[in-house]
């Protein structure tokens, strides 16, 4: 006897061997994954206290998003009075003192709640998230932690650690992290902790040796933005007279527990030296052309075969928009409709993202062992769907709409499109409500807001 067996769908496992079953079943006990296989032979093995048909359905590992601010759902469309032309004029002028230094707890509970069930919504089962609010501390990471297990999803929480604000705010950042990855990362719990640095343009190099050295004592590794836009190159080079990569490297900072994100503008040296230290890479497709950058060279990535996930950066709650970004962007970029190919885009979302936030022995694949966290999903294809043809269907006609059941950890947080852990129209109202209150700073006079400049 299993707790559920799913059977007759089309399950893509995203294992190392890109498995695919046409009619497959998942027979799942408690939260782990007891085996996968042709549902007539699974059937005759097991039964099952709930039993899911996913027959014409497709089943696929939750996906990973690793790299995200969940903060960000209620900024959305917010109205400007003048837009940024530059990415460190969008973070200085507007990010910073608009959206970053107003955010309360309760406004990063009520974000973290909304974008959780959007996420669970979409398919996406694990979120690795950067939390930037240098007035709501201490304490802002277990109101983000509290949103997030209420709704059930999987989260690696950070804080992002700088000195923008001052040093004495830097310390209690690291001082967030490192409480949070004290309570939670020896726990078997949805959350776990992560230190976090910004850029090596608002971080001292005594910062990130410290940020670094706790990591090595405490584990859960370091998340940082990597070179989003050139200002940061830029930087390095005056300061240091090298790249940002190469300054980390010559720190000590880089190891296979740090996961960079963003890395546009990263040279050939810079890539060379991620592979060195085994970083993982996040890309963000999206928000990278939303802020005016350049595409990533995620192709050379994976072709000095560094582990590479995908993430939303918040600009978007579904990571099938973001495949579809990324399967098709470098392909107009590098004017090869043969590279980002439809097995390497789906690994990244599943498999290449779990191992890239540190959960690759946990989620990521369908698989005996793993935890239980997937989704079953309804193409509604005009045209067959085979184990041949399958991933190049989700790449065009995949999206969070489609979902209809996800699981997590084995437990049961949607079915049929609705979500079962929280009231979905009262966590919207609340973020309504949250994003009002945080629009009021729009009516303020510039002048009587922080300035910074880097």
Request: aromatic share 8%; proline share 4%.
């Amino acid at each position: 006897m299993v707790s559920i067996l799913i059977k007759n769908g089309m399950i893509v496992t995203s294992d190392a061997k890109n498995s695919i079953i046409a009619r497959g079943a998942i027979a799942i006990d408690k939260d782990k994954i007891v085996e996968v296989g042709p549902t007539k032979e699974i059937e005759k093995k097991y039964s099952a206290d709930h039993l899911l048909n996913a027959d014409g359905k497709v089943v696929m590992p939750g996906m990973i998003c690793c790299h995200n601010h969940m903060y960000n759902a209620i900024t959305h469309a917010m109205p400007w009075k003048e837009s940024p032309t530059s990415f460190i004029g969008f973070l200085e002028d507007l990010w910073w003192p608009y959206i970053e230094d107003q955010f309360t707890k309760d406004q990063i509970y009520a974000s973290a709640l909304i974008a959780s069930v959007r996420m669970i919504k979409s398919g996406v089962t694990s979120c690795a998230d950067v939390l930037e609010a240098p007035n709501a501390i201490p304490g802002a990471l277990d109101r983000e932690a509290e949103a997030v297990r209420r709704v059930g999803i999987r989260g690696v929480l950070s804080f992002e650690a700088s000195e923008r604000v001052s040093e004495e705010n830097a310390d209690l950042s690291v001082k967030e992290n490192l409480d949070f990855v004290r309570k939670w990362n020896k726990k078997d719990d949805l959350v776990k902790g992560k230190f976090c640095t910004h850029t090596t343009f608002t971080c001292s190099e005594k910062l990130l040796r410290r940020v670094r050295k706790l990591a090595d004592e405490y584990g859960g590794g370091i998340h940082i933005h990597l070179e989003e836009g050139r200002d940061e190159a830029m930087f390095s080079h005056v300061k240091y007279r090298k790249t940002p990569a190469e300054f980390y490297e010559d720190i000590g900072f880089l190891g296979p527990d740090v996961l960079a994100s963003q890395c546009v503008y990263t040279t050939d040296r810079e890539i060379e030296a991620l592979k060195r230290h085994d970083v993982k890479v996040s890309h963000q497709p999206m928000s990278n052309c939303e802020v005016g950058s350049t595409v990533a060279p995620v192709v050379k990535y994976l072709k000095a075969g560094l582990t590479v996930g995908l993430g939303t950066d918040g600009a978007t709650y579904d990571m099938f928009e973001v495949m579809r970004f990324a399967f098709l962007l470098h392909k107009a970029y590098h004017q090869d409709m043969t590279v980002m190919s439809p097995e390497e885009v789906f690994k990244m979302a599943t498999r290449g993202g779990a191992e890239a936030i540190g959960l690759g022995e946990t989620v990521g694949s369908i698989e005996p062992n793993k935890r239980a966290d997937l989704q079953i999903l309804d193409l509604k294809p005009s045209t067959p769907v085979t184990p041949e043809n399958v991933l190049t269907q989700i790449m065009f006609l995949g999206s969070g709409a489609q979902v209809e059941t996800v699981l997590v950890n084995g437990k049961l947080v949607m079915r049929d499109r609705k979500v079962l852990t929280v009231d979905e129209e009262a966590a919207r109202k609340l973020a309504m409500q949250a994003a009002e209150d945080l629009w009021q700073v729009l009516k303020k006079d510039r002048k009587d807001l922080p300035t910074y400049r880097i």
